[in-house]
């Protein structure tokens, strides 16, 4: 297996693929890689003649710096745990450095207001350090088609607006969140999780299906406010926040409509470590 920590070296190697065309898969990841990351490898490695995946803790997508300070870095068992799926991955395993060049900031971006809906309001600049950190990569390989998982849904629509908006030539692929046998969808920070605290957060999902059972008959602030009761009810969590948003512009639903596609975002805190889920409610 390839690995490489200078961007420099990665490029050179991928420039023959580049001029002759060849379709380059690329899935971006901060490693502590689950089923859900190797399933996003394997979709690249059945679409691609070749796929590269990225390792890399972006600190400038972390408004807090002790949840960047704990986030796990796993570097030698990702790789395992690539190798298993195919061991002709390539891996771009950078130091900050090789990325930011000494000058670790995120540029500004407008997503058009996708930025400022959930996981915007909450994390101040962190769309800002994702679209910076997406879009040094895509320079870097020039893939032909990425790979994101729905679970971060609001965090894959920035990033096809970054492309759109960029003109940058990469197909954007979302693919399905892969959940435990409990419901709970994979996370890197599930790791962080204890055994009970990981049993208990299947709540999280559980949510989220009768909510979506709900939202047939009630509207969007009905199901909002039981959400939040039943959170209230339940000590070992502490809810940041529950929206019912319209799927392209992540609007909060004031009222149905139906020419939309709505989906409910969630995100919990369970003992300081936070969670994200999302489920379409079409």
């Known amino acids: 297996m390839l ?8 490029v050179s190697y991928l420039k023959p693929f580049i001029a002759s065309k060849k379709s380059i ?9 689950h089923e859900g990351h190797l399933f996003l490898i394997a979709t690249s490695i ?8 990225s390792i890399f803790v972006n600190p400038t997508q972390f408004n807090n710096p002790d949840d960047l300070k704990k986030y796990p870095r796993t570097l030698e068992k990702d790789v395992e745990n690539i190798k298993k799926v195919s061991p002709n991955v390539i891996v771009y395993a950078p130091s900050v450095e090789d990325i930011y ?15 400022f809906q959930m996981e915007g309001k909450f994390r101040p600049g962190h769309f800002d350090g994702v679209g ?10 020039q893939p032909s088609n990425a790979y994101f998982g729905e679970k971060d849904f609001q965090q894959l629509q920035i990033v096809r607006k970054l492309v759109e908006k960029h003109h940058i030539p990469v197909n954007i692929v979302g693919c399905p969140i892969h959940r435990e046998e409990n419901g709970l969808a994979m996370s890197s920070r599930n790791e962080r999780l204890t055994a009970q605290e990981r049993q208990e957060a299947s709540l999280i999902f ?13 509207s969007a602030k009905e199901v909002t406010e039981w959400v939040q009761k039943e959170f209230q009810n339940n000590t070992n969590f502490t809810l940041e ?6 799927e392209n512009t992540l609007i909060t639903c004031i009222r149905k409509s139906k020419s939309k596609k709505y989906r409910a975002f969630i995100a919990v805190f369970v003992n300081n470590i936070r969670l994200i889920d999302t489920i379409s409610l079409n």
């Open 3 to 10: 690995i490489f920590n200078k961007k420099a070296a990665l």
């Open 132 to 141: 910076t950190v997406v879009k040094r990569l895509f320079e870097i390989i």
């Open 101 to 115: 060049e000494g000058s670790t900031y995120s540029e500004s971006y407008s997503f058009d207001g996708l930025e």
């Open 46 to 53: 059945n679409n691609n003649t070749v796929t590269v995946v």
């Open 206 to 218: 559980k949510t989220l299906q009768t909510a979506k059972e709900k939202f047939g008959t009630k």
């Open 25 to 33: 898969g690329f899935v971006p990841t901060m490693g502590a890689l």
């Open 241 to 246: 926040y529950f929206e019912i948003a319209d």
